[in-house]
């Protein structure tokens, strides 16, 4: 069974910080990966998400995510957050192929003060 | 505008009541998901719904049950309602059921709660 582990359950920066937020995943073949965002108040929207190729993506709103598949992480970065950031963030995998069914994590909740 | 739209927004129900939530897929997409999301925890798989069948199915009980319709929107039945499905109730959709490379759009969801 797939499994996601996201470690930071709550984050609070300052503008300007730098942002990394952990995940791993448990599965014994190939996954894509995603990574959500949920705004307050708003449905979720995807930041970016990996299927192949360059293990750097790029997302939207300055967002960056590496996959290591030796260490099952993807991990998400920003270099400087900003006040809107401010939001709920879910790394999720989906076999390749497949039938497609969205595994969550349970989240990372970021503050950012300004 | 998530293109996916969900209704009810908001409703109570009493413990054994039942419920139907509504979700219109985005345009020119033909598979539906609904995902379960309780507070303070990531949102879990319920069923996925293509060409009107149940594709698959998370670990939810047989009180949960859906249907697709022609017109690919679909229903979400939840019967003899617990405080424990109390949750915010997203549906996602998507094309192409059987391809990995597929983005799922969320609609805003249907926040149930259960007194």
């Known amino acids: 069974a797939q499994s996601v582990s996201q470690h930071n359950h709550h984050v609070i920066l300052s503008e300007a910080a730098s942002l990394e937020l952990g995940c791993n995943y448990s599965y014994g073949g190939t996954v894509n990966l995603f990574w959500y965002v949920q705004y307050p108040g708003q449905h979720l929207q995807l930041l970016l998400k990996?299927?192949?190729?360059?293990?750097l993506v790029k997302g939207i709103k300055g967002f960056e995510a590496e996959f290591i598949k030796s260490k099952f992480s993807f991990n998400l970065r920003k270099p400087s957050v900003q006040w809107s950031d401010t939001a709920e963030y879910f790394c999720a995998v989906m076999p390749a192929t497949g039938f497609q069914k969205l595994v969550f994590g349970t989240g990372t909740r970021l503050l950012v003060s300004p | 505008d998530a293109g996916v739209t969900q209704s009810p927004t908001h409703l109570i129900k009493t413990r054994g009541q039942q419920v139907t939530l509504r979700c219109s897929p985005k345009s020119g997409h033909d598979t539906v998901s609904w995902y379960q999301q309780a507070l303070g925890q990531g949102p879990q798989f319920i069923f996925q719904y293509y060409e009107e069948e149940e594709r698959q199915r998370g670990n939810f009980p047989d009180r949960f049950s859906g249907h697709q319709f022609p017109n690919y929107s679909s229903e979400l039945n939840v019967n003899a309602l617990l405080l424990g499905d109390s949750a915010l109730y997203l549906c996602a959709s998507c094309t192409g059921v059987l391809s990995g490379a597929n983005v799922l759009t969320f609609g805003a969801g249907s926040r149930l709660t259960v007194l």
């Open positions: 990996y299927f192949s190729g360059d293990p």
